[in-house]
């Protein structure tokens, strides 16, 4: 009799531990899912900031008018492919992840953290200044993308690195043709 009912106890235990254990690890995995699809929505607004800084970069090196033209001109070409491969980089990431990539340039204005800066000006230190506050609200949100991911997604976490360690070069060659113009 005792040892038939410590029997039923201990089932009635098992049966206990995989029912919590079984909840916990559904609880888990939703809170997984719910911080890789925020993610996912962080680099699509990276995405989008992307192919506006590309775009930005190559109007530029179009429109630019003033000293220096030449310099600027290959300066602002080799930027905007950069941007180029940046936005392949966070594409390729969106999609290892299960995202899609924004699929309309429409939404590139809706979902970016940074804009876009209309070139009205072709003046030369006017585009050059607009290149500069593009690259630093980049910085900033790679520096926060870089916070998110550090202790949750090593791959993601290295390739923020890489992007903004390539901003942050950005920003500066383009504060070296400011101070020379
Ligand atoms: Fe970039
Ligand atoms: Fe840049
Ligand atoms: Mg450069």
């Not at 192919?51 to 179009?62: M, P």
């Not at 970016?112 to 000006?121: A, I, M, W």
């Not at 916070?147 to 923020?160: L, R, S």
Request: net charge neutral.
């Amino acid at each position: 009799m005792f040892k038939s009912k410590s029997k039923i106890v201990m089932v009635l235990g098992l049966i206990l531990i995989s029912l919590v254990g079984g909840y916990l690890t559904l609880q888990r995995k939703k809170t997984e899912k719910a911080n890789v699809s925020k993610l996912v929505e962080s680099l699509n607004k990276a995405f989008a900031d992307e192919w506006l800084a590309y775009y930005q970069y190559w109007i530029g090196a179009q429109i630019v008018s003033g000293p220096m033209q030449s310099e600027v001109i290959a300066e602002l070409k080799e930027h905007a492919i950069d941007e180029l491969r940046h936005a392949d980089m966070l594409a390729k990431r969106i999609i290892q992840l299960n995202g899609i990539p924004i699929l309309e340039p429409k939404q590139w204005y809706e979902a970016s953290n940074c804009g876009f800066l209309v070139p009205t000006d072709p003046n030369i230190k006017k585009i050059l200044q607009q290149n500069v506050k593009g690259e630093q609200c980049a910085i900033s949100a790679y520096k926060k993308l870089l916070e998110t991911t550090k202790d949750t997604d090593t791959t993601t976490y290295q390739m923020i690195h890489e992007i903004l360690a390539n901003e942050i070069e950005h920003e500066k060659d383009l504060l070296n043709l400011l101070k020379v113009l």
